[in-house]
């Protein structure tokens, strides 16, 4: 048995952008963000990635082998950045890797995109926040580094089977999301916080890129979660959709009850009979005041 | 090559895997947490090999092991989901191993639940998972449970701390707010701790509290408290979580649903705004996800 001590060098905390070197135009490759944690413990990350819009075209993201995965905003371009911010429940502050001496940093998203035009694009942190599992949300310190990667024309005879220094040549997404549940949270009587869907899944090629919502048969509408809801006099379903970015996508529905089966949970000749009872009593409150 | 040839073939290549990968321990001294890979101890899977003979893949599978509070259970989750639970021993030795099936990253969570049923804070290991290994993370120690009698205390008065932690071990009471003080208690046997604190020189206002073990950086749950000119006695059982919206005692995605409804919205509850500044943002969340529950 070989015994390892921990290095014990000390560096900072670091966020580092890793990329490819080179890329055809036409073709798919993945940027993964690491955080390097210097043994801190972090649970929130909230990040926008400046990117080459002209050069690239942001293409989804995918969860397999990382973990930021519960997000509060998911991966999405927003004109020259790609914006995403989420939580790791209990915190991390590695990679445990038993081929490495110490923890390994940490890849927290992965991210797809197509080069469009030549030239030499780069990734740039705009804002990244990184908060630490102490129960207050203290900030972490931490160093910025992005990445570059050269995007070349594809020459001629070149086969697209031909795997380049590390980027994806051929990227298809035929495989719809995960199949998902659809949870309603009540709202409780005095709540301000009003009832909700909330709904979550998995893309594992490119990502989920949006939801909708269809209420009965009315039109499709691009929805998040989690999403309030009206209860209205009777039971609505409402299904929602979700769609990956090759536009794959899966559906899934729930019954939202009527208010009345919700509140009040009488039939409709309970309740007639209740007014009717309701009615007469006052009536008789009233004539004995007259009296 | 006949079949028993292609077979000792096979078995020379696993024992030469093994002797090459022999348990190579990394401690990653933070935590005191040492990782392990060696080849899969049973053979379970076959495939049919290409010159017609049997191959005998070892079992990739991981194991936890490490202490926990004497008899608790300890609770294995997968990626969030619930996979397996043990029983630690009189000691607090605990012991899991789950059968994976493939090589990949994966964040596996652990928590132990004491004998009155509190929760500890989860641990999360983020894992390189190695097909045909078995990788083993041992070391892991969980922080103390606590809980406390009163959530307003008479400045006059005390106030009393209890939970579990590991077997006999010195455990700190972190006290923080106006002031900050420390005290000590020494857990017995079977891992209990009590100490009455008299807040008796502690201004009035609030504070929160945790215990640890000493020179240990992992902390139990905090709890809040007021002190001031009555006494309030609960049943505290960490039922004012932080972000603990519906009161359920526990935090998970409920309560992550309610807040990210009024994430950047103004004017938004008491029981979602963690940290009282009346906006919820980030520190909100990320308070939430100190509290996390697990399930």
């Known amino acids: 048995m070989i015994l390892f001590c921990l290095a014990g060098k000390a560096h900072a905390a670091s966020v580092f952008i890793d990329t490819p070197n080179k890329s055809n135009t036409g073709e798919y490759f993945e940027v993964l963000v690491y955080a390097d944690l210097d043994k801190e413990s972090i649970n929130s990350v909230d990040m926008s990635i400046s990117y080459n819009s002209d050069l690239l075209l942001f293409s989804g993201y995918k969860n397999k082998d990382t973990f930021l995965k519960m997000w509060i905003d998911p991966p999405r371009a927003e004109r020259d950045k790609v914006i995403f911010s989420g939580i790791i429940p209990g915190g991390v502050s590695g990679l445990f890797d038993a081929n490495k001496k110490e923890l390994a940093p940490l890849p927290l998203v992965k991210l797809i995109f197509k080069a469009k035009k030549t030239g030499k694009a780069e990734f740039v942190f705009q804002k990244s926040s990184l908060l630490k599992n102490d129960g207050l949300g203290t900030p972490l310190v931490h160093t910025e580094k992005g990445g570059v990667i050269l995007i070349t024309e594809k020459v001629g005879n070149t086969k697209v089977e031909e795997v380049t220094d590390g980027a994806e040549i051929f990227y298809t997404d035929k495989t719809p999301p995960l199949p998902f549940e659809i949870i309603l949270i009540d709202s409780s009587l005095f709540s301000r916080t009003p009832p909700m869907i909330v709904f979550d899944t998995e893309d594992l090629d490119s990502g989920i890129k949006e939801y909708k919502m269809k209420v009965n048969d009315r039109d499709w509408s691009i929805v998040n979660s989690p999403l309030p809801i009206k209860l209205n006099f009777y039971p609505n379903t409402i299904t929602i959709r979700a769609v990956d970015y090759y536009d794959n996508y899966k559906d899934q529905t729930i019954i939202i009850p009527g208010f009345t089966s919700k509140y009040f949970r009488f039939s409709i000749a309970e309740l007639i009979i209740m007014v009717i009872l309701g009615g007469s009593l006052i009536a008789y409150i009233l004539h004995k005041n007259k009296e | ?295």
Do not use: H
Not at chain 2, 71 to 100: P, R, W
Not at chain 2, 250 to 274: E, G, M, R
């Open chain 2, 1 to 295: 090559m006949c079949k028993n040839q292609f077979r000792k073939l096979i078995s020379f290549t696993l024992l030469l895997s093994t002797l090459f990968c022999l348990p190579i321990y990394s401690v990653f001294a933070d935590e005191d947490v040492s990782i392990s890979a060696s080849v899969g101890d049973v053979p379970v899977q076959q495939s049919n090999a290409p010159s017609g003979g049997v191959v005998f893949i070892p079992k990739t599978s991981v194991r936890f092991s490490g202490l926990a509070y004497p008899k608790s259970e300890v609770f294995l989750l997968k990626e969030g989901k619930f996979q397996t639970f043990v029983t630690a021993d009189d000691l607090g030795n605990f012991n899991i191993t789950l059968e994976e099936k493939y090589s990949e990253n994966v964040l596996y969570s652990l928590y132990a639940k004491d004998p009155k049923g509190n929760r500890s804070l989860l641990l999360n290991y983020p894992l390189v998972v190695y097909g045909g290994y078995v990788t083993y993370l041992s070391g892991i120690e969980f922080s103390p449970t606590i809980n406390i009698d009163k959530s307003e205390v008479y400045f006059a008065d005390s106030i009393t701390v209890s939970g579990y932690g590991l077997s006999n071990t010195n455990v700190e009471i972190v006290i923080s707010g106006k002031n900050k003080t420390t005290f000590n208690v020494l857990t017995k046997q079977d891992g209990s701790y009590s100490r009455s604190i008299s807040v008796l020189g502690l201004e009035k206002g609030d504070y929160s509290i945790y215990t640890r073990y000493v020179d240990n950086k992992k902390i139990s749950n905090i709890l809040r408290f007021i002190v001031g000119d009555s006494t309030k006695y609960k049943n505290y059982e960490l039922s004012n979580l932080p972000g603990d919206c519906n009161s359920d005692r526990v935090i998970n995605l409920v309560d992550f649903s309610i807040l990210a409804f009024w994430y950047k919205k103004s004017d938004p509850p008491v029981c979602a705004d963690a940290n009282g500044d009346k906006i919820i943002n980030l520190i909100d969340f990320s308070v939430l996800a100190f509290y996390w529950s697990g399930q």
